[in-house]
């Protein structure tokens, strides 16, 4: 029997690949045609937003007084928090659940957190308020505590009470602002160098990078350098009794995705420990690797510290989560799919009772392709199945560096007015379980 001609075998791959590549390239595109929502997310942008459950914030705006004092804050919680198999809970066994949001920029290349030259703080904690949210993350770069500049006065044109601050004092004022409301915040070590997160630079990639060459690393930083950055920014906190806890590191990562989780979990441990004996009423909260969407070392080697129920894990899930494996992106997953994924990387230690997990990033835009819309859906019919605790990125409107539009905030250009979609009502669904 005679083979086929060498030129024949060539066409006929090329023809496999070309049929190949262009179904890839049809389901992509799929993907990215425009979504319409649904009547009831129709409804809910036309209607006020619902007032803020009062009973889900650890103080409330209401005040009591009495002969001996002036009038307080009333607490909701009996504090400090402290985790009870899958909830965080006060010191009665209430659950407190985590209905937060992330307020960006100290992080990046300006050093302090967005829209400071929109609104004065106090402003912009009311509107996290105003939406619900009971908590907030806020990220921060280790440049920034290490170089802690003057912030420009162009950047606080609304707070003219901290011009000539430091980027640390603004930081501080802006927690303040939000624990003035009653909102809970967590720190957040974002990235070592001050820039948008999270890329391929291996100096950004976990929290001490001193293996790689001196020249590499535009800041260079050891553990204990990682360390000792927490606890400068967590001693200028430890008395604000709303500093609830600490987000020790931003989508550990590794060198596209190598890093093991018995590293990371050791060197959770070490700084968690360090911090405790600042204040021994911390969280202390350990992501995922793999950038913060795999959970499941916790499994066989959880995170133990030196004082008990004090650690919270947080995964992040976008719609690009799930790269590399076969079922693809969470973008592309069907519901089954996408729910099997979540109980292998985390949703065991929630489903099993063993572990709080805080569902610390995770956001779409406000007009999403299919792709992402499906992506949201699933996460939220997740997330509502089993009263997640989460934490949306992001409250900003604009990102830091050039003012580009952030497609993912919850508020318009005014930090003021927000952003009625799909989002908000299926977040405002999620905060209210419980307290119906």
């Not at 802006?174 to 890329?199: F, K």
């Not at 908000?424 to 119906?436: A, C, N, P, S, V």
Request: charged letters at 25%; a negative charge.
């Amino acid at each position: 029997m005679s083979r086929p001609p060498p030129m024949f075998l060539t066409l006929l791959s090329i023809l496999i690949l070309g049929t190949y590549f262009f179904h890839l390239w049809r389901a992509e595109a799929a993907l990215a045609i425009p979504w319409t929502p649904s009547p009831d997310a129709r409804l809910f942008s036309q209607r006020p937003l619902p007032a803020p459950i009062e009973a889900s914030f650890l103080s409330s705006s209401t005040t009591t007084a009495s002969k001996e004092t002036e009038s307080q804050p009333l607490s909701n919680y009996a504090l400090p928090l402290k985790t009870q198999g899958r909830n965080i809970v006060d010191q009665n066994g209430k659950r407190f659940k985590l209905s937060s949001v992330n307020w960006y920029g100290a992080s990046d290349e300006l050093f302090i957190p967005g829209g400071l030259d929109i609104q004065h703080r106090k402003a912009i904690a009311k509107t996290i308020k105003r939406l619900g949210f009971n908590s907030v993350r806020m990220p921060y770069s280790d440049e920034m505590v290490v170089k802690n500049p003057t912030i420009l006065p162009h950047l606080l044109a609304k707070n003219p009470d901290l011009m000539e601050k430091r980027a640390l004092d603004v930081f501080v004022a802006c927690v303040e602002a939000l624990t003035e409301e009653g909102i809970a915040v967590i720190v957040n070590d974002h990235i070592t160098t001050a820039t948008w997160c999270c890329g391929a630079d291996p100096c950004d990639a976990s929290w001490s990078n001193d293996w790689l060459p001196g020249v590499v690393c535009k800041v260079r930083q050891t553990e204990e350098d990682w360390i000792r950055n927490w606890e400068t920014v967590m001693g200028r906190l430890a008395g604000n009794e709303l500093v609830i806890g600490a987000d020790l590191r931003n989508e550990v990562r590794g060198v596209w995705g190598t890093m093991p989780w018995d590293r990371w979990a050791s060197a959770a441990e070490k700084a968690g420990n360090r911090l405790l004996k600042m204040k021994k009423e911390w969280l202390i909260i350990v992501g995922g690797t793999e950038s913060g969407n795999d959970l499941r070392g916790a499994r066989t080697r959880p995170v133990r510290l030196e004082v008990e129920d004090r650690v919270v894990y947080s995964a992040h899930v976008y719609s690009w989560s799930g790269w590399g494996s076969l079922e693809g992106r969470y973008s592309k997953r069907t519901y089954p799919s996408f729910v099997a994924s979540m109980r292998s990387n985390w949703g065991y230690l929630v489903e099993g009772d063993v572990a709080p997990v805080w569902i610390g990033e995770f956001g779409a835009p406000s007009e999403p392709g299919r792709g992402d819309a499906n992506y949201w859906e699933n996460l939220m019919r997740y997330l509502k199945s089993i009263d997640a605790d989460f934490g949306y990125w992001a409250i900003n409107p604009r990102k830091p560096k050039d003012d580009e539009k952030e497609t993912y905030c919850l508020v318009e250009d005014d930090w003021v007015t927000p952003v009625l979609d799909y989002r908000m009502k299926d977040m405002t669904e999620l905060m209210r379980i419980g307290h119906e």
